[in-house]
Structures are given as structure tokens and as C-alpha cells.
């Protein structure tokens, strides 16, 4: 088997897991960071002994297995046992709150529940009557069982793997459930865990497929068996479950996990350390540490006289690029970023100093790939072109100047969305396009430039998705709170809310009053929201929001509101 044809010779995606298990069988695979290591064999090992308390506690091909828990080895080990099954994987960030996982539980149908350490302690089984068991994810022990044959299982389960192993458990013992139909459904990923706003995305394995087709054909000559990669992105989200683990783990590589927040300094030393071959990020993770170790270099008087003569400014810039690549272990391939708007200052200043970074573009819904270039051939301000197998179209009159729909089709499109056929119809139309719901326009080499989100959806420093309808839902429930628009600045989230003036007229509240009862209301809706989820502040917004015909909040005119 040659690598290249890799994906080309099996037809289904868990035998690519198998097959990279089998021929990586010695090497390092997974690193919690500053903790142990697991080689392959040791991934292997835990699944097959997952898939033995999977079999005698009798789940089937189909049932649903959430996961709710940090990035870890343990984690991974569990997803990878849960698909190699034939089971639908759930993903639940580990960062929502409790009601959230405890709705998505429900929804999804899953009968089982895997959580970490922070979930284990915030959980509430009996909001969860469906489900059969939980497992803590650090040793897949239980925390709760509901039938004596998965308790009997877990119990025994040393037992019943010497049973079926007597001797040694080899690679020749691999045989997992091998998917056929390209239409089965693989993950059911929800883009929020809210009740009214939740959507389960439906991702068949020929999505998981696409994904990883794509992945090898543009980066498969440059990763590596053995090559060192960093978990920074939730797995919980397809971008870094697919671009962080997957692809790197079906090449061989040996991927570290950000066990704990992965701020600024923890990301630094990781990269540092392990020097990674390829980073997958978000846009703030890159410009907080631009901003913070290399703007302040280049803000040096004499540093800034240089830049600005001919000839030797190439030569500045040749070093400035130098010490950025440095910056983030200096052995990467490239750079991509994805998943929101990346600041043009950041983008003008690597492009100055050239260096190896690429914008893409994706969505849940289609596992996530939509767009992408190489660094070399990449246009800035685009997020490339369409990705392997995938169709993109701008709906607008003119697509290279007026921006318009991107819609998209291929085999990375979702089935749709669990138990929501009316969403559904909304987003696929009756051709099999997805509507994103983003504009953009499109130039005459099939570049695409993102213009705007019409489906307002921002994005947490770590990768996580936040939808300000859910929080303004909330926010309007709240005394004296008429309107409100949640925005984005930098990091931080603003809440802008149009005080009921009328209430506050008979009460004969004062501005003084209503700042104080706004920063109450500040205090009280942080108290329910996910961590990534809470406001910095709320400003008050004497006007009330401008509207459409359809009264919809024009978000747009306040995503700059001073």
C-alpha cells in the first residue's frame, strides 16, 4: 500500500482507522500534554476493551454514544471505540452548560454517556432518563448504571478481555465494524445546546470521507508518520475532530492534547516543545500571540526607521518571519485558520513579512471543509477555493462584485438535521445544494471571499460557536431589558440593551439606577451561561435597534456600537 493511494483503496472509513492502527502499531500516538503517552497499541487496547463492555452490555450497530469532556488521550480512544463500533458518536463541548448537555442527551437518543473530570461534577443523571449509563472518560469507570448487564460488564471487564485473549492481544486481532454505505450515519454534531436553537447535524461516514480525502490530497506529501501535531480546537467541533485528530491520526502522527484551558502561555510552550508539523487554528489563538510577542518588537523606534527603507526592509521582514515561525515551533508546514473573520491587521502584517499561512472555510455541516488553498497559491482576503470533491456557487446577479448566498454541494454535505425536517428543507434545497447562509462573492479563479454571516453565529478564543440569539433570548427576560444585540469585541462579549424607558419612567429609575440594575442582570445571566458565553459588560443603547420590514434586529449596523 503506497501512501498516497491511501484513500483511494478502501471504501470504508473505519477500515482507514484500522489500517493506520495496524501500521503505526510502535509509534507514539496520543500525549495528554505533560502526562502519559499511549502508542497505538495502547489506543488499539482501549478499544477493543470499550467494544467488549459496548457488546455484553448490550449496545447495538446505531445506538447513540455522547461524549462530554476535555480534549485528552482518553477522549480520543473513546470516540475511536464508539465509531470503530458502528455506533452514532455524539460530541457535546465539554464547556456547555449542564441543562445544555443534558438537552442534547435527550434529543440525540444517546445511550450512553462518556464524561470527563469538570462534566462528571455537573451533570444530573435523573434529567437524563434514556440513558443507560455514564463513564467517566479519565478511566471509563461508571458513574451510573442502569441495567445489570453494563454493570456486570464494566466489572468483569478485565476478565472478559483475557478470556478473549488469552495469550496476547496482537494486530492481527483487529476487526472492527467496516461501514459500507456512504449515506450511514456516522456523528450527530449539535451546533448549539439550547432547546429551540439546537440543531444535530447528521454527518453520514461519506462526509467523514470527503473530509479526509481532501486532507491527504493537499497535505499528504508534507505529514508524516511520526510527525508531531497539537490538539488546540475542541474535538467536540468538526474542525479541530477532523483537522486536529483525525486526519493526523489516520497519518500516523503523534498528536498532544491541551488537557487543560489552553491560554496563551500554555499554547506557546506547546508549541515550543513539541514543534508541531502542522497547526490548525483559530484567528484570536494567532493574533494573541502576534500581538503579544511580536508587535512589540516591530513598535521599536529603530526597528521602524529600518522597515521603511528599500532593500533592507526585506531583509527586516526575512527576520521578523523568522522569529514569528519560531514563535510557533518553527517546523510546521503551514498555518490554516478558519472558522471566523481573522483581523486585517494581523493578516496585512503576515503577509508583509511572508509567511506560511492559509485561510479556509467550513461549516458543521458539511464536517467542516468547504474551501481551501495551499499557502503558496493562497489569494489574501479569500478563503480558497473549493475543496476536493465539493461545489461552491455565489447566488447573485454578478458573484465576482455583488456578494450574494454561498451554497455548496458535494459529499461532505450533511444529512440533515436529527429530528428536524423543516430545518432541513431550509438549508438543502430540492438540487442538493446547502445554503450556508454566508455571503460572499466569488473572482474568475474560483477564490471566495467571505463579505458577511448573515446567520450571526460568532466564534469563542477556543474554537467554541456562540449564538447571540441565545443569550439575547435571555437577556430580554431580564428586568428592565426591552431589546437587546449581543456583539462581539475582540474576546469579549457586549451586551447592548435598550432599557423599557416606560417601566423605568414609572419607577422613576435614573440612568444611575438602570446601569446598576443592567450590571445586576449582567451577574445574574452569567451565572447560567457557558463560561465562553458571558458578557464583559452591557452598554446601555438609548435608541431602540433598527429594524427590518420583518422587525428583525439590523445587527450589522452595531457590531462597531462604541
Not at 81 to 88: K, S
Not at 511 to 529: F, G, H, Q, S
Not at 532 to 538: A, D, P, V
Amino acid at each position: 500500500m503506497t501512501k498516497y493511494g491511501f484513500m483511494e483503496e478502501y471504501s470504508s472509513f473505519n477500515q482507514y482507522i484500522q489500517q493506520s492502527i495496524i501500521d503505526n502499531w510502535d509509534r507514539d500516538a496520543l500525549t495528554d500534554f505533560k502526562g502519559a503517552t499511549l502508542q497505538y497499541h495502547d489506543v488499539a487496547r482501549k478499544i477493543e476493551k470499550l467494544h467488549i463492555m459496548f457488546e455484553n452490555s448490550g449496545v447495538k450497530r446505531g445506538d447513540k454514544i455522547a461524549l462530554a469532556g476535555r480534549n485528552s488521550a482518553a477522549w480520543a480512544a473513546a470516540f475511536l471505540a464508539a465509531i470503530t463500533y458502528g455506533a452514532v458518536v455524539v460530541p457535546i463541548l465539554h464547556e456547555f452548560t449542564a441543562d445544555q448537555m443534558h438537552n442534547i442527551v435527550n434529543h440525540s437518543d444517546s445511550k450512553l454517556l462518556f464524561v470527563g473530570d469538570v462534566v462528571a461534577t455537573e451533570i444530573d443523571a435523573t434529567k437524563m432518563p434514556g440513558l443507560e449509563g455514564i463513564i467517566y472518560i479519565p478511566d471509563y469507570s461508571l458513574i451510573l448504571s442502569r441495567t445489570d448487564k453494563l454493570t456486570y460488564a464494566r466489572e468483569h471487564l478485565n476478565e472478559l478481555f483475557g478470556k478473549k485473549y488469552p495469550k496476547f492481544f496482537r494486530k492481527e486481532h483487529i476487526n472492527y465494524y467496516l461501514d459500507r454505505e456512504p449515506d450511514e450515519l456516522a456523528l450527530i454534531n449539535y451546533t448549539s445546546g439550547t432547546t429551540g436553537f439546537s440543531k444535530g447535524v447528521m454527518l453520514p461516514y461519506r462526509s467523514l470521507m470527503g473530509n479526509m480525502r481532501f486532507a491527504f490530497e493537499v497535505l499528504g506529501k508534507e505529514i508524516n508518520p511520526g510527525d508531531n501535531v497539537i490538539s488546540i480546537l475542541p474535538m467536540a467541533h468538526m474542525y479541530g475532530l477532523s483537522f486536529e485528530f483525525l486526519y493526523e491520526f489516520l497519518s500516523g502522527c503523534h498528536i498532544f492534547y491541551l488537557t487543560r484551558v489552553p491560554s496563551p502561555a500554555i499554547i506557546a510552550q506547546a508549541f515550543a516543545e513539541v514543534k508541531p508539523k502542522i497547526i490548525v487554528s483559530v484567528p484570536l489563538i494567532i493574533e494573541k500571540i502576534i500581538k503579544k510577542k511580536v508587535f512589540p518588537k516591530i513598535q521599536d523606534t529603530k526597528i521602524r526607521l529600518l522597515l521603511k527603507m528599500p532593500g533592507i526592509n526585506k531583509k527586516i521582514f526575512a527576520k521578523i518571519c523568522d522569529q514569528v515561525t519560531e514563535a510557533f515551533g518553527g517546523k510546521f508546514y503551514e498555518i490554516i485558520i478558519g472558522g471566523a473573520a481573522f483581523s486585517q491587521e494581523v493578516e496585512t502584517f503576515l503577509q508583509q513579512i511572508d509567511f506560511k499561512y492559509t485561510v479556509g472555510y467550513g461549516a458543521t455541516e458539511c464536517g467542516p471543509i468547504i474551501c481551501y488553498s495551499d499557502y503558496k497559491e493562497f489569494v489574501p482576503g479569500s478563503c480558497g477555493k473549493a475543496a476536493l470533491g465539493m461545489q461552491v456557487k455565489i447566488v447573485s446577479t454578478d458573484p465576482q462584485n455583488v456578494p450574494g448566498e454561498i451554497i455548496v454541494k458535494g459529499p461532505n454535505v450533511m444529512l440533515g438535521y436529527y429530528k428536524n425536517d423543516e430545518a432541513t428543507k431550509q438549508t438543502i434545497d430540492e438540487d442538493g445544494w446547502m445554503h450556508t447562509g454566508d455571503l460572499g462573492t466569488m473572482d474568475g479563479n474560483g477564490n471566495v471571499f467571505i463579505k458577511g454571516r448573515s446567520k450571526n453565529m460568532l466564534l469563542g478564543s477556543s474554537g467554541q460557536n456562540i449564538y447571540p440569539e441565545e443569550i439575547e433570548d435571555r437577556l430580554n427576560s431580564l428586568s428592565m431589558v426591552s431589546e437587546s444585540v449581543v456583539i462581539q469585541d475582540g474576546d469579549k462579549l457586549i451586551g447592548l440593551v435598550h432599557p423599557d424607558y416606560d417601566a423605568a419612567k414609572q419607577m422613576a429609575f435614573n440612568n444611575d439606577d438602570l446601569t446598576n440594575i443592567m450590571e445586576e442582570n449582567r451577574k445574574l445571566i452569567n451565572a447560567i451561561l457557558p463560561a465562553y458565553c458571558r458578557l464583559s459588560s452591557i452598554r446601555i443603547h438609548e435608541e431602540e435597534f433598527a429594524k427590518t420590514p420583518k422587525r428583525s434586529i439590523k445587527r450589522y449596523l452595531y457590531t462597531n456600537a462604541e
